[in-house]
C-alpha cells in the first residue's frame, strides 16, 4: 500500500513558476513508476509527466513541453514537479500516481492516488 500527498499548488500569475511535490509512504516509492496528472474544471483528467524508477527516463504531454520538469528523490520518497512560464489553461488541480508498471501510468490506470493540489494561474 502507498498513501500519496500532493502539496505546492497555490494562486501564481501567468508567466509564473510553482513547484509541486508528492510525497509517498508505505511502500518504497522507489520501485514505482511515477506521474503527474491534472483536471481542469469541466474537463476529463490529463497526462502530464512521467518518470520512471530511477529517474533517468521522463515523459511529458505536449502542451507543457519546455516548461514543466518531472524529477524524484528516492532517498526522500518524493516526485517534484517543476512549473515554469505558467498559462491560464495550466489551471487545474494537479494529481500524482504510481504504480509498478509502465503501462497503467502512461494509460492513466495507476494503482495508486493523491487527493491532488490546487494550482490557479492568473491572467
Known amino acids: 500500500q502507498v498513501q500519496l500527498v500532493e502539496s505546492g499548488g497555490g494562486l501564481v500569475q501567468a508567466g509564473g513558476s510553482l513547484r509541486l511535490s508528492c510525497a509517498a509512504s508505505g511502500r518504497t516509492s522507489s520501485t514505482y513508476h511515477m506521474g503527474w496528472f491534472r483536471q481542469a474544471p469541466g474537463k476529463e483528467r490529463e497526462f502530464v509527466a512521467y518518470?520512471?524508477?530511477?529517474?533517468?527516463?521522463?515523459y511529458y504531454a505536449d502542451s507543457v513541453k519546455g516548461r514543466f520538469t518531472i524529477s524524484r528523490d528516492n532517498a526522500k520518497n518524493t516526485v517534484y514537479l517543476q512549473m515554469n512560464s505558467l498559462k491560464p489553461e495550466d489551471t487545474a488541480v494537479y494529481h500524482c500516481s504510481c504504480d509498478r508498471n509502465y503501462i497503467p501510468i502512461r494509460q492513466g490506470r495507476g494503482a495508486y492516488w493523491g487527493k491532488g493540489t490546487l494550482v490557479t494561474v492568473s491572467s
Open positions: 518518470i520512471n524508477m530511477s529517474g533517468l527516463n521522463t
